[in-house]
C-alpha cells in the first residue's frame, strides 16, 4: 500500500475548471488508479480511471467534461475537470484499483465545491 495525498480542490463557479492532483507516496507504475468522489450523504464513487497503460474510463456523469492522466515518473495522478456543475460538489479522493476495488488506505481528499 503506499500513502496518497490529494490537492488542488477549492471553490469555483458553475462552468468553471479545476485541475486536481494526487501524489502518491511509492511507484504506481503498471497499476490503476481511481479518481472518486463522495458528496454529502452519498457513497463514494468511481469517476475516473486510468490504468497502468494509461487507458482512461469515465462514470457518464463526467464524460466529455473530466481528463485523468498520469505521471509515472513523479508518481503524480491528476484530474482535470472543466465545465463544473453544481452536482459534482463533493471530497475528491485518489487511490490505487486492484482486482477493480481501492486498495490503500484513504487520504484526506479534496473539496470542491460548485456554485450555481
Known amino acids: 500500500q503506499v500513502q ?10 458553475a462552468g468553471g475548471s479545476l ?3 494526487c501524489a502518491v507516496s511509492g511507484s504506481m507504475s503498471g497499476i490503476s488508479m481511481g479518481w472518486y468522489r463522495q458528496a454529502p450523504g452519498a ?13 482512461a474510463n469515465y462514470h457518464d456523469s463526467v ?3 473530466f ?19 453544481p452536482e459534482d460538489t463533493a471530497v475528491y479522493y485518489c487511490n490505487q484499483i486492484v482486482a477493480g476495488i481501492p ?13 450555481s
Do not use: C, P
Request: charged share 20%.
Open 4 to 13: 496518497l495525498m490529494e490537492s488542488g480542490g477549492g471553490f469555483v463557479q
Open 19 to 21: 485541475k486536481l492532483s
Open 43 to 55: 457513497r463514494r464513487e468511481l469517476v475516473a480511471q486510468i490504468s497502468g497503460g494509461a487507458t
Open 63 to 65: 464524460k466529455g467534461r
Open 67 to 85: 481528463t485523468v492522466s498520469r505521471d509515472d515518473e513523479k508518481n503524480m495522478v491528476y484530474l482535470q475537470m472543466n465545465s463544473l456543475k
Open 103 to 115: 486498495y490503500s488506505f484513504w487520504g484526506g481528499g479534496t473539496q470542491v465545491i460548485v456554485s
